[in-house]
Structure formats: C-alpha cells, structure tokens
C-alpha cells in the first residue's frame, strides 16, 4: 500500500508541531537554495555544479520524492498552507539539520518541490528560489519521447487539472500531446506568479538554455553568497547532458506541423510570452 506524507496521523502531526517548536532555528536560520522548473531543464546539471562548491549540500531527488504529494499541491497549497508545510518539515528535516550541522548551505534542485515553494518561502526567510524555464517545444519533446500520460509508471502522480480549471473539460478527450502543452503551461504559470510574489533578492531565473551555454553560473554562485568554482571544473560538468533521453523519437519544435504549434499556443501561449518565448 502506497504511503504518502500527506496521510500524517495526529500523533505524528503534533511530534512535527514540537519538532518545529524546539528547533525554530532549523527553519529560519539554515541557507537554503530550491528550484522551481517543469523537470527536464538541466536540473540535474545545475545539482553537479552546486556540488562542486566545498559550502553547498546539493541534492537532485532526495527521497521520499514527494510524487503524490506534489500533484495535489499544486490545487491545495495556497488554501491550506499548514497541511504543506507539515508535510515538507517531515520530509526534508532530517537533511536540512544534517546541512545546518555541516554549516553548508541547502540545496535541493527538484521540480517536485514547485509547488511546496509559498510554504517554504515562509517557513525558512533565509531560503532563495532559482528558477529554471525551457522552452515548451523542448519538454514536450522530451516528455512525448517518455511518454509521460501515456501508461508511463509515474503517470499516477503527474499533475491533472482541478475541476474548476478549464482543462478540466478536455482531459479525457486529449491525447498526450496536449496533456504535456498543459503541464508546461502548469508548471510555469505557478512558478511565475509566486516569483512574481517574491522580492528580488530571493529570486533568480536562470533558463535552461543559458546554463547550458555557461551563461550565468558566475552571477548564480554570487546570488547565493558563495565565490564560483573553478572554471575548468564547471566547463568538464557543462560539457555533459546528463539525464539525457536516448530512446524514442518525436519531431523538434521547428519540425512541428503547424496544427501541433498552434495547439501549443492555445493551451500555453500566454505564459510563453511572459517568459519571452514567440508565439506565431
């Protein structure tokens, strides 16, 4: 039987509660990095090049990884906040003191904690938000390739649209193509309007394709508090893909037809012209 954090029983609840209460230090003191994406923006990448630091505890996909946890966030954070963030102290204490302990700082660069990102910015003040972006073209390819919505194992905790949402109507008629349009636009839209809620001095956006071009590592590392790494060090990391898809093919976005471009416009063109993205 599938257990998830969310399931806390009372007992459990009032422990995290006292845990809380006993080592507010833990929260409000510790520096911590987390990344706000869709998933398969360089996250993986962007893990090594923390890790490369002597003062950074960098993690990709701690466990537990928060699946089912994530998918029901991302309706229910903003109105019950208290619920999220029991679940994240649970999940994430144990590394965040193991950090505190060490004196190094938290990093943790999965896209599973995007929507834990209002309960965290609140719960720990000392905390700052990276956020990755790609262009939707790139992860839609890439989730076609992984047939994300199409019987993949993890399709059980991929996010779905609310019933108050207007995808909502469409769900059960679209194929993967538009479910994957949908989970870029998702994605993004929450992640913008909570950086757009932000001060600057917590938030840094660093898209995809230039952390891969090099650009940025060195304005990243000063955004949070630390001296860059040696330059050879980042160019042998950024000279990798990992995580790379090698299997399966679907078409790149400028080999899409125009009836998929258009599709992609319609259910995500608002949010791609607020990243800057053309939207023909």
Not at 156 to 161: G, K, M, N, S
Not at 245 to 266: N, V
């Given at each position: ?24 230090g ?113 992860v ?27 995808a ?12 994957i ?35 940025g ?14 330059d ?11 995580n ?24 995500a ?12």
């Open positions: 039987m599938l257990m998830t954090l969310s399931g806390l029983d009372r007992k459990s609840q009032v422990f995290l509660s006292r845990l809380m209460a006993l080592m507010p833990l929260w409000i003191d510790t520096p911590a990095v987390f990344v706000l994406s869709t998933g398969r923006t360089g996250t993986e990448t962007l893990t090594r090049l923390l890790d490369l630091h002597d003062s950074v505890d960098a993690y990709h996909e701690p466990h537990p990884q928060l699946l089912v946890e994530r998918k029901k966030a991302r309706l229910e954070v903003y109105a019950n906040p208290e619920k999220y963030q029991r679940i994240f102290c649970h999940s994430r204490s144990t590394l965040v003191l193991k950090s505190k302990v060490r004196g190094k700082l938290y990093a943790e660069t999965s896209a599973r904690l995007t929507f834990f990102s209002p309960v965290i910015s609140s719960l720990m003040p000392n905390a700052k938000f990276v956020y990755m972006h790609r262009h939707p073209g790139d839609v390819r890439s989730g076609m390739r992984r047939r994300w919505y199409v019987n993949h194992p993890a399709d059980y905790a991929r996010i779905e649209p609310g019933p108050q949402e207007e909502h109507r469409h769900w059960h008629s679209w194929g993967a193509f538009e479910k349009c949908w989970y870029w636009d998702a994605y993004n839209r929450f992640a913008l309007n909570f950086m757009d809620s932000m001060p600057d001095n917590r938030i840094f956006v660093m898209p995809s394709e230039m952390l891969y071009q090099g650009k590592v060195e304005a990243l590392f000063e955004f949070m508090g630390l001296d860059k790494p040696d050879q060090k980042i160019e042998d990391v950024l000279r990798h893909r990992y790379k898809q090698t299997k399966s093919s679907f078409p790149k976005f400028d080999d899409w037809d125009s009836e998929m471009k258009q599709t992609l416009y319609m259910l063109g608002d949010t791609m012209r607020r990243l800057g993205y053309p939207v023909m």
